[in-house]
């Protein structure tokens, strides 16, 4: 996945400042490291970065199925 992140950042022209802040991070490492596999992406990221990109959620994934697991388990959650 951190390839996809970085390729779609890259090709929309966004920068990994830009995209720590919209996730709140205080500082640029924030997202850098997202994208540099030292953390983990959540979910709720997932669906903010998905946003600025202009793509769904899925289309983050690459050849895993990342968010399908957590996405049941939330929705089974919500439904309780």
């Known amino acids: 996945m951190r390839k996809k992140l970085r390729k779609l ?3 929309r022209g966004i920068s990994q400042t830009f995209l720590s802040k919209e996730l709140g991070y205080s ?3 924030g997202y850098s490291n997202i994208e ?6 959540g979910y709720d990221q997932a669906v903010i970065i998905a946003k ?4 769904d959620v899925s ?3 690459e ?4 968010f399908e697991k ?3 388990e ?3 959650k919500k439904l309780a």
Do not use: T
């Open 74 to 76: 939330m929705c089974n």
């Open 59 to 61: 289309d983050l994934e």
């Open 36 to 41: 540099a596999g030292r953390n983990k992406l």
């Open 63 to 66: 050849d895993q199925p990342f």
């Open 27 to 29: 500082y640029p490492s």
């Open 9 to 11: 950042r890259m090709e």
């Open 52 to 55: 600025i990109f202009g793509v």
């Open 70 to 72: 957590n996405l049941h």
